[in-house]
């Protein structure tokens, strides 16, 4: 069977996450409805990474299979088509062989997290950024940020319902930069728990702050204690950017 790979982006705020869910609106149910409508044929995509409600996406991929052979341009520009009115974008379709999968093929997954670091509220990116009206030092975050790279047991910055075997992650790239009034923080890793970004940008606020230092932070870390975490970032300001192959 020919097998399709997509790199995809979206805005999050419509949907219940990327898995299809009972009585929600994924992302994933308007792409696989999408592919009915142009080809006739049912396929379940896989994506690289489930993507929670209100997280979006710059570079999600995606692969599914179909019987017939289609032209990857055609490809890309029905789906375009039939995922209207939704924020679903297909950047690129491509033909890919059988032992590609966009989940388990990855070797490594970009986030982007945007803080936009004002007084005035959002008037264009309301949903697209976390707010946070109090000066953060992003110098004091990054700094805080690069004592927990490597491999480590992440249990503190892990959802109660994540459902991986193991807590143990190695994240190659956490750093924090300001751009003006937006703070950014970009993180690489082979694959992250469950709101682990989200938990871990948290954290970093209550550093940006000055409520905590640098070793309080890798302290919660070493606790392994999801109760020691800060407070979960909210979803508005996390994108999937990037996954390598």
């Not at 570079?59 to 055609?74: I, S, T």
């Not at 209550?206 to 230092?213: A, I, S, Y």
């Amino acid at each position: 069977m020919p097998r399709y790979r997509l790199t995809i982006e979206y805005d999050g705020r419509p949907f219940c996450g990327w898995q299809r869910q009972a009585g929600d609106l994924s992302v994933q149910q308007v792409l696989e409805e999408a592919i009915v409508r142009f080809s006739g044929e049912t396929a379940v995509t896989q994506a690289a990474g489930r993507t929670d409600a209100g997280v979006h996406a710059l570079g999600q991929v995606v692969h599914f299979d179909l019987e017939r052979e289609w032209d990857p341009f055609k490809v890309r520009e029905a789906l375009n088509f039939h995922t209207k009115p939704h924020p679903v974008a297909i950047l690129t379709a491509d033909r890919v062989g059988e032992a590609f999968e966009a989940r388990f093929s990855a070797i490594a997954r970009h986030y982007e997290y945007r803080i936009l670091n004002r007084r005035a509220r959002p008037a264009l990116d309301s949903g697209k950024v976390w707010h946070v009206p109090m000066v953060l030092d992003a110098d004091a975050m990054h700094g805080a940020a690069q004592r927990i790279l490597g491999k480590h047991d992440f249990s503190t910055f892990r959802a109660s319902e994540c459902q991986a075997k193991s807590p143990e992650r190695t994240l190659d790239v956490f750093d924090v930069r300001r751009e003006a009034e937006v703070i950014v923080v970009t993180a690489k890793a082979r694959s992250f728990l469950h709101s682990q970004v989200r938990s871990m940008v948290g954290s970093l606020k209550l550093v940006g702050e000055g409520k905590w230092t640098a070793s309080d932070f890798r302290a919660a870390l070493d606790a392994r204690d999801r109760s020691r975490c800060g407070p979960l970032a909210p979803p508005d300001g996390l994108y999937l950017t990037k996954v390598d192959y």
